[in-house]
């Protein structure tokens, strides 16, 4: 593979403009689509026509309204070379409200070596860098054998529903389906794995499914002052309690015990023994995780009580009464199973327990279906090899180890995209460490200006040598 240090780099200064400047526009997003300010969206998408003008000449550009848009950098081989590549990221930003800013959160303000501001780590931060590393890429005089895409949505941190979900449709009806699709995921996680000294890549190769169950319960309501044996609140509150308490199985998937060997390299005593003989230690191992919850989250499927709802007033009894269960399904399950334990532990026909959106609700999701993977046949991208070609990329880092296959627990775009790729992968390649990575959705986002830098020159390795993964 060609050494990393050895390629020309973007324009810096440029692309830490451009950055700055997609920052400034405050494109936050809300549930209710109707508090959202639709001309700052409309303001990102003319800001990027305008920026990369010169680049998107030699494109074609797809608006879907304000919330999407969809770039095709057209290849000189086309899909004779094989099907294309996908790149996604979202412009939109959660909300400051509340939070306790030391700068103002949409100034872009560079000091102490970082940029700070909304969305400089969540997602502008890849929505730039890739774009600039495709113009600086054209610029060069570089062109594509296959071609690639950008998708940008406007709406991600809400349901993303007239962005991802609007242009995967309209990219079925078109016909067109992906080698790959690359959205945000993991990151260069510095320090953040146990036994491992240094930073190393967790490159998102499966999602957790994702829905949420509706506790429901009714019964004849009243006054509060003379209630009967079980109220409706009383019932779904129990039925909250026991799932709570009830243990989810726990299972080390595939991906973790791939995960876990990977690392054997890197690990000292004893952890390397452990790592290197899961089909003895898995139980222990297991255990271990299940005491973070975070860890946790690894090894089994979740249920996490959000919101419930009853009476409108104290001396009320409620003639109906809810709760909501947000479920994060571990790959191997699937949203029926889950609904069916959560009816076993319950043990009440009372309460009823149904799926409050359907439409949000997805199973698990692979990077890849098992027949296909590291084929080595022409248009499909391996694992392993798109795992080996990211550690190539990010060898010269002082530090690095090496690149990993990870869970990803929360959801991305990329799930609206799966099912037309072969092959999924999720991963920013930006270097963090646990306190870094809190900022996300926090008050003082910031990037520091060479992690910046360090994603410029990870994009461009990848659009011009993405071919090797191929190979």
Same mark, same amino acid.
């Given at each position: ?32 689509? *109707? ?78 070596g970082y940029i700070w501001g909304r969305g ?14 495709a113009a600086s890429l054209h610029a060069d ?178 003639? *109906? ?34 799926i409050a959106n359907s439409a949000e609700a ?40 090496? *690149? ?68």
């Open positions: 593979m060609p050494d990393p240090r050895n390629e020309p780099e973007a324009d810096f200064s440029r692309a830490l403009d451009s950055f700055a400047l997609a920052l400034n526009i405050a494109s936050v997003s809300h549930s209710d689509y *109707a508090q959202n300010d639709e001309s700052v969206f409309q303001e990102f998408q003319d800001f990027l026509t305008r920026r990369y003008a010169d680049f998107l000449e030699d494109c074609g550009v797809t608006r879907f309204g304000v919330y999407g848009i969809a770039i095709r950098w057209p290849g000189t081989e086309g899909l004779s070379r094989g099907l294309p590549l996908l790149y996604t990221a979202h412009y939109d930003v959660v909300p400051v409200d509340g939070q306790d800013w030391s700068v103002d959160p949409f100034s872009a303000e560079q000091k102490e400089t780590l969540d997602t502008k931060n890849s929505l730039i860098a890739l774009m600039e590393a005089g570089f062109t594509p054998r296959r071609d690639i895409w950008f998708a940008f949505g406007g709406d991600e941190e809400t349901e993303s529903s007239r962005g991802a979900i609007t242009i995967s449709r309209w990219f079925q009806e078109q016909g067109i389906r992906f080698a790959w699709t690359f959205d945000e995921g993991g990151i260069i996680a510095r320090n953040m794995i146990p036994g491992v000294q240094g930073s190393a890549a967790l490159v998102g190769v499966e999602e957790k499914g994702f829905v949420n169950f509706r506790l429901s319960a009714e019964s004849s309501g009243g006054h509060a002052s003379t209630p009967p044996p079980s109220t409706a609140l009383g019932l779904v509150s129990r039925a909250v309690a026991r799932l709570e308490a009830a243990r989810q199985p726990r299972k080390l998937i595939p991906s973790l015990r791939k995960f876990f060997r990977r690392t054997v390299p890197y690990q000292s005593l004893p952890l390397k023994i452990v790592m290197a003989n899961l089909w003895l230690f898995a139980p222990v191992v297991k255990q271990v995780l299940a005491g973070g919850d975070d860890s946790r989250a690894m090894i089994q499927s979740t249920l996490a009580p959000t919101m419930a709802g009853g009476s409108s007033k104290e001396n009320v009894l409620p003639a *109906a009464a809810w709760a909501n269960i947000n479920v994060r399904i571990l790959p191997g399950e699937t949203i029926d199973q889950v609904r069916r334990r959560c009816i076993r532990i319950i043990r009440d026909p009372r309460v009823e327990v149904s997805n199973d698990p999701i692979s990077s890849s279906p098992p027949a296909k993977e590291d084929t080595g046949s022409p248009g499909t991208a391996g694992v392993d090899r798109f795992l080996a070609f990211c550690a190539d990329a990010l060898s010269f880092r002082e530090g690095f180890t090496t *690149a990993l296959p990870y869970l990803m627990t929360g959801a991305t775009d990329s799930k609206h995209y799966a099912h037309i790729s072969d092959h999924v992968f999720r991963f920013v390649p930006m270097e963090l460490d646990s306190r870094e990575l809190s900022r996300i959705h926090n008050p003082d986002e910031r990037i520091s200006l060479e992690n910046f830098r360090g994603m410029l020159a990870f994009y461009r390795y990848n659009l011009k040598y993405h071919e090797r993964v191929f190979q």
